[in-house]
């Protein structure tokens, strides 16, 4: 099936320009290479503007363009990027662009008036509700990457308009985790998740300590922000637990847990992780709010806890390793199915 079009400006390709803080790891930068990716395979032009990381090589190889400019720093000097991103705006003919957090959406917002160039947003995250966050729903059109933030969206700011709110999930690729992947089996139980204070690692702990047979990996990254609270987590974490830091292949962890779990007591905007796991065919127990409560209740519905019951955690953990509840091999929340999504709002946006 051919997925090409023509931009209606007349240049015969679209150009579409992303802005994230950065692109070192997690779900939002891994969802900006992978439109980056699919815009160039479908023969349009991809830009992205960061303060660069470790993805940015991966970004380049697959066709795109990166631009370091710091615009995620949280300074009132972050604004001299306007005049500049304006005028890049200008040189390049850009059709779209595309902001995925506050600082660089507020650039991005002034940059675009008195161009052509059409402004949207994805809102990730239960932002804090004031007119700093509000930009995020300033966007031509508002992405949502769930049911959850679009409820939150209309919920605090009324003023935000709902036709033009486009609820589209997050997409995992079968092909990089296939329900049939089956490694050599360890039992384990596994947190994924930066080491932060939202991620649910102290529920975590308590769990393992009252099932000492099991092993327990905490997986991701440490915060350079907060260095204290992961020097904290290692003090109190109990033995059966393993720190594995960032790994890049998580897909072998998800397939040879026995269950991945999900445990912040506030709600995620999405649950990439939660998703990622159960396209393996790997049981996920969560917390039954949010994005996450969302996938589960799809996906794998035995999984859902009440926020923050040990107990409701600790007997749903014995029932799922004695009898592990059946996985969909197929699901809706696809990475064509975020793409085909999320390029064709921007093909709507052109007409």
């Given amino acids: 099936m051919d997925h090409g079009w023509h931009s209606p400006t007349g240049n015969g390709t679209m150009v579409v320009l992303q802005l994230v803080p950065g692109l070192e790891s997690g779900g939002v930068e891994r969802g900006t290479l992978e439109v980056a990716a699919e815009l160039v395979r479908r023969g349009q032009t ?119 709110i486009h609820i589209i999930p997050r997409g995992v690729n079968p092909d990089e985790f296939p329900f049939s992947h089956q490694p050599p089996a360890k039992p384990v139980l596994t947190l994924p998740g930066r080491l932060t204070r939202l991620k649910g690692h102290h529920d975590f702990f308590e769990l393992l300590r009252r099932l000492p047979d099991v092993t327990g990996l905490v997986v991701g990254d440490e915060d350079p922000r907060r260095r204290d609270y992961a020097a904290e987590l290692r003090r109190s974490a109990p033995p059966n637990v393993t720190f594995t830091g960032h790994r890049r292949d998580v897909r072998e962890v998800y397939a040879t847990s026995s269950i991945v779990f999900s445990l912040s007591r506030q709600p995620e905007s999405f649950g990439r992780t939660t998703l990622e796991a159960l396209s393996v065919g790997t049981p996920v127990i969560g917390y039954d709010h949010g994005g996450v409560g969302e996938i589960l209740a799809e996906l794998c519905p035995q999984g859902r806890v009440p926020v923050g019951d040990l107990d409701a955690l600790t007997q749903r953990v014995q029932e799922f390793l004695q009898t592990p509840p059946p996985i969909p091999r197929q699901h809706r929340f696809t990475l064509r199915a975020m793409l085909d999504a999320e390029l064709g709002l921007y093909e709507d946006v052109l007409r």
């Fill in 46 to 164: 991809s830009l992205v503007i960061s303060g660069g990381g470790r993805l940015v090589d991966e970004l380049s190889k697959a066709g795109s363009e990166h631009i370091a400019w710091p615009v995620g720093n949280k300074s009132p000097l972050t604004l001299r990027y306007v005049s500049r991103l304006r005028q890049l705006i200008r040189d390049r003919r850009v059709d779209i662009v595309h902001a995925r957090s506050r600082v660089p959406a507020w650039v991005a917002y002034w940059a675009c008036r008195g161009t052509s160039a059409h402004f949207l947003t994805t809102v990730h995250g239960l932002y804090s509700v004031n007119a700093y966050s509000a930009i995020m729903t300033k966007g031509e059109r508002v992405i949502a990457v769930s049911e959850t933030i679009r409820q939150y969206i209309l919920a605090h700011y009324p003023r935000c308009d709902p036709g033009k």
